[in-house]
């Protein structure tokens, strides 16, 4: 059963940091694209990071957030920086074999994690 797994959420203060984690299983993950998305109640999924041969960042993100990946360990981070309350959202895990702008969107997404909640109180 291919799975991938969510850690590293929780509750953090205003301008404060965070490691999110994602480890896969049941297939090596090193020839997908791998990222991450995010869900605030009442807001639409958002693309926040990935990476393949680049990395890709959202917006909202640039230069806040870094992802980055260890293939030996099918595992990918996300380092939190400066977090704000509007980074508040339960954060989703994604894997692909699609093109960097059709990730973006969420198309062509193979797998999902269940997702961890940031929780970023002001």
């Known amino acids: 059963q291919v799975q991938l797994v969510e850690s590293g959420g929780g509750l953090v203060q205003a301008g404060g940091s965070l490691t999110l984690s994602c480890e896969g299983s049941?297939?090596?993950?090193?020839?997908?694209?791998m990222g991450w998305f995010r869900q605030a109640p009442g807001n639409e999924r958002e693309f926040v990071a990935a990476?393949?041969?680049?990395?890709y960042y959202g917006d909202s993100v640039e230069g806040r957030f870094t992802i980055s990946r260890d293939n030996a360990k099918n595992t990918v981070y996300l380092q939190m920086n400066s977090l704000k309350p509007e980074d508040t959202a339960v954060y989703y895990c994604a894997a692909a074999r699609t093109s960097p702008s059709d990730f973006r969107s969420g198309y062509g997404v193979s797998y999902w994690g269940k997702g961890t909640l940031v929780t970023v109180s002001s």
């Open positions: 049941g297939r090596t993950f090193s020839g997908y694209i």
């Open positions: 990476t393949w041969s680049a990395v």
